[in-house]
């Protein structure tokens, strides 16, 4: 059973940043993207910025500028730089791999204070 775990997350003011890196228990045969999700209360799960094998990204229009993210494929670790945040950020946010299945974090709080 393979199992991700975020972390990172936390209470931060606006305009400052925050680091989430999400770890893989094991190594994933088969891993084709890696992804960060959120969901804030009372909305749908949104994409925030995926990468792929090929190393390339995609962002959510509203991240863009703002958030970076990376991934470290030796360590089975994508990290999620987010800079400049909004209050409108907060949310929870999940990671994904995805391979022959989709594997999900647990999640981690991100709250921005005005």
């Known amino acids: 059973q393979v199992q991700l775990v975020e972390s990172g997350g936390g209470l931060v003011q606006a305009g400052g940043s925050l680091r989430l890196s999400c770890v893989a228990s094991r190594s994933i045969f088969g891993i084709h993207a890696m992804g960060w999700y959120r969901q804030a209360p009372g909305k749908e799960r949104e994409l925030v910025a995926r990468i792929t094998g090929a190393a390339g990204t995609t962002y959510a229009d509203s991240v863009k500028g703002r958030f970076t993210i990376s991934r470290d494929s030796a360590k089975n670790t994508v990290y999620l730089q987010m800079d400049s945040l909004k209050p409108e950020d907060t949310a929870v946010y999940y990671c994904?791999?995805?391979?022959?299945?989709?594997?999900w974090g647990q999640g981690t709080q991100v709250t921005v204070s005005s």
């Open positions: 994904k791999f995805t391979g022959d299945q989709h594997y």
